[in-house]
């Protein structure tokens, strides 16, 4: 080849680039700017380090264009490709709203599917930033059938890699999804909006008016539907909290979290923890405040944090380690267990286990909640599926009852009966059927009755029935509570637990799959 045809193709492939950076074009960039929503390219640029993203199938384009003799956009509605968070590998599409809307078309749908299929034979994680008006109406079943092989390749890497979806504007009917079946959904608030039917279809079948925010906006998914796990107030902060949550991953299933740093296990801190904690089991307290006492700098990434808040998920370190927590709420419903905290805990176990993340649960619980909206709502099933996942989990499992621990909640609270490794318990403990209160109640009903001094009689029967049947003792005799420990010894506790359970093994009985209560 001549060095002028070199030339002449070297500027036809500088020309093509350039033409495929514009995506939709100029005009349609500014007016993605005038919505307060950054490109693709740019929010590709926010997420990877500086420098590392590598495009793929940027020349490819679709089967339809928006008018007729319109030409077809180099790389069609997304941007793909993989590069570098924090060092580590991530794969990554980029819906592209100035192009037809972000439509999935089946160009479209080959871009995202090639991706999933490199993070999976790589073993890398895939970040999804949805941006999109749905199924490109002018392709009919291939805009379909482009939506039906990303939902397959999202259930096959479910548990394999971890899966992230930003949600950057609308993303309707079947585009929700895919983000439905990853692992974390984060929303940018006032741009992001999720329904599978929108409010002129709500109104024309149902009769009912409701606006894109009020049935999709982060509100609804942040405290009501639960189906958001992260809200964030720009996209630049977005972008900031998915690298945050990133470092708390490993790459795929397996391999575990990077450790990051070195720590004590003694940490000084925990001497606040009795002043956090009250000894009487009626009074509340923010089990954040423990949360923050225990983690490495008192960095807890929580999951849904308005979501079910009488249960707090999330992710921090132990010396350095990546650990899930768990913990009942007691400033919140007393930090009773009911449907979504059950179905949020459950589902936030069941993520840990997959990816090798040790899960410490904080017990300070007083039952299920009772109520006919929680029976017809299926509690029994809900409830159920905490069981199942704490009970399925094979990672290292470590609790610490606080307080309180009563009835089927206390079985269900990572107990030692759902195979906890070691379960530890504060002095101030109780574990019983039920509390004492209501205990002495029922056994002593006569007794207290006949009392010529009943309140004395009750109240020395609650004192003897705690003595007897609910302190810590009675269950670290029996061996459910592996050790009763110093509040002030938590930290250490669990670190040196989770040092000895660093090479647990743990075999389940040969099956397909379990058929978890959903």
């Not at 929108?198 to 024309?204: H, N």
């Not at 925010?213 to 609804?220: A, D, F, Q, R, V």
């Not at 009250?278 to 849904?304: A, G, R």
Request: hydrophobic fraction near 40%; glycine fraction near 10%; aromatic fraction near 8%.
């Amino acid at each position: 080849m001549t060095e002028p045809n070199t030339k002449k193709l070297l500027q036809e492939l500088d020309k093509l680039r350039s033409q495929s950076r514009l995506g939709g074009g100029k005009h349609r960039i500014e007016q993605q700017h005038l919505k307060g929503k950054l490109t693709a390219r740019e929010r590709i640029h926010l997420l990877f380090d500086e420098g590392s993203f590598r495009e793929i199938d940027s020349f490819m384009t679709s089967h339809s264009a928006e008018g007729e003799g319109e030409a077809k956009p180099l790389g069609d509605a997304v941007v793909t490709g993989y590069g570098n968070v924090h060092g580590r590998l991530i794969f990554a599409f980029s819906q592209d709203f100035t192009v037809m809307g972000g439509s999935v078309s089946d160009t479209v749908g080959k871009k995202i599917c090639k991706i999933i299929d490199l993070a999976m034979k790589t073993g890398a994680p895939v970040v999804g930033l949805n941006d999109s008006g749905g199924a490109r109406i002018q392709e009919g079943v291939l805009s379909l059938a482009a939506y039906g092989e990303i939902f397959f390749r999202n259930t096959q890497a479910s548990g394999v890699i971890p899966q992230i979806s930003v949600i950057l504007g609308p993303s309707a009917g079947g585009a929700v999804y895919s983000p439905g079946i990853t692992d974390f959904i984060f929303m940018v608030r006032n741009v992001a909006q999720m329904y599978i039917t929108g409010p002129d279809v709500i109104k024309a079948v149902i009769g009912e008016e409701v606006t894109h925010e009020e049935l999709g906006g982060t509100l609804p998914h942040n405290t009501k539907s639960g189906v958001s796990h992260f809200v964030l107030e720009t996209e630049e902060e977005c972008f900031l909290e998915v690298r945050r949550l990133l470092t708390f991953l490993p790459s795929n299933n397996m391999e575990d979290p990077v450790v990051q740093g070195l720590f004590e296990s003694k940490s000084p801190t925990n001497s606040n923890l009795l002043k956090i904690v009250p000894s009487e089991s009626s009074k509340t307290y923010d089990i954040h405040e423990v949360l923050l006492n225990i983690i490495d700098d008192h960095d807890f990434m929580e999951i849904q944090k308005d979501y079910a808040q009488n249960i707090v998920i999330g992710f921090g370190r132990l010396a350095g380690r990546s650990v899930g927590f768990v913990g009942n709420q007691p400033n919140h419903l007393a930090g009773v267990l009911d449907i979504n905290a059950s179905v949020k805990a459950a589902r936030f176990v069941r993520f840990c286990d997959a990816f090798n993340i040790p899960i410490v649960t904080f017990i300070d619980v007083p039952g299920f909640l009772p109520g006919t909206d929680q029976e017809y709502g299926g509690i029994i099933r809900h409830g159920a599926k905490l069981i199942y996942a704490y009970a399925e989990a094979t990672v290292p499992k470590i609790s610490v009852l606080l307080r309180k621990a009563y009835g089927g909640a206390y079985i269900v609270m990572s107990s030692k009966h759902l195979r906890g490794d070691i379960n530890l318990s504060w002095p101030s403990a109780e574990i019983a059927v039920m509390g004492p209160d209501s205990a002495v109640n029922i056994i002593h009903k006569e007794k207290i009755a006949n009392s010529k001094k009943p309140e004395q009689t009750r109240a020395k029967l609650i004192e003897t029935y705690k003595y007897t049947h609910s302190n810590p003792y009675v269950a670290a005799g029996h061996g459910f509570i592996d050790n009763v420990i110093n509040p002030d010894e938590t930290r250490e506790h669990i670190i040196n637990s989770l040092n000895m359970l660093q090479n647990k093994r743990a075999d389940m009985p040969p099956k397909k799959h379990g058929n978890i209560p959903l």
